[in-house]
């Protein structure tokens, strides 16, 4: 399942790319982000950091297509000796954020690689994970000052019949490739 959306991920930003009736900028969004996890997940996690990167499609002065990916990870909020669990998403959101001047925003959708994993140690060898790629969204407001892009979004995702929430606070810098 992960391989057929990757494989439809790619597809629907190759026709974009493709299409010549748009403006704008083509830009890169490099950033990190702190994410303060909501909901059930909030309970069993600790806040997480992550990193991300946005492809950000000009389609008219105010408005981009944006693509986002990044890896965030969050470790569990119970400390079992000789024992570590993880949380981390790999999220692929595809979005438009229209600008208002130097302000945006942006709503997102796609979707998200979740894996829950659990190490021991040398005394305790057990190892475990779990694993699911479900449906996400994300909606995100921001601000843009010289290419540097500070924002905040809320991600939210089904996980296991819970969802695994989280507002992230990301700081980024974007990067012009060409103005079409």
């Given amino acids: 399942m992960k391989k057929n959306l990757l494989i439809t991920a790619i597809i629907?930003?190759?026709?974009?790319?493709?299409?010549?009736?748009?403006?704008?900028?083509?830009?890169?969004?490099?950033?990190?982000?702190?994410?303060?996890?909501t909901g059930d997940i909030g309970k069993l996690v600790k806040p997480g950091v992550g990193g991300s990167a946005k492809l950000l499609y000009g389609i008219s002065d105010?408005?981009?297509?944006?693509?986002?990916?990044?890896?965030?990870?969050?470790?569990?909020?119970?400390d079992i000796p000789d024992y570590k669990e993880t949380l981390s998403c790999i999220p692929v959101l595809f979005g438009y954020r229209h600008s208002f001047n130097a302000f945006y925003i942006e709503p997102q959708i796609g979707f998200g690689s979740y894996n829950w994993k659990a190490k021991g140690s040398d005394v305790t060898p057990l190892n475990s994970s779990l694993n699911a790629t479900e449906f996400t969204y994300a909606v995100g407001v921001g601000y843009v000052y010289k290419d540097v892009d500070l924002g905040v979004r809320f991600q939210t995702g089904a996980l296991n019949g819970g969802n695994f929430s989280f507002a992230?606070?990301?700081?980024g810098y974007n990067i012009s490739f060409a103005k079409k």
């Fill in 168 to 171: 992230g606070l990301r700081i």
């Fill in 62 to 78: 105010a408005g981009n297509l944006t693509l986002t990916t990044g890896y965030y990870s969050f470790a569990a909020k119970e």
């Fill in 12 to 37: 629907i930003l190759c026709g974009t790319l493709s299409s010549n009736a748009q403006k704008g900028r083509i830009q890169l969004g490099i950033g990190v982000e702190a994410g303060i996890p």
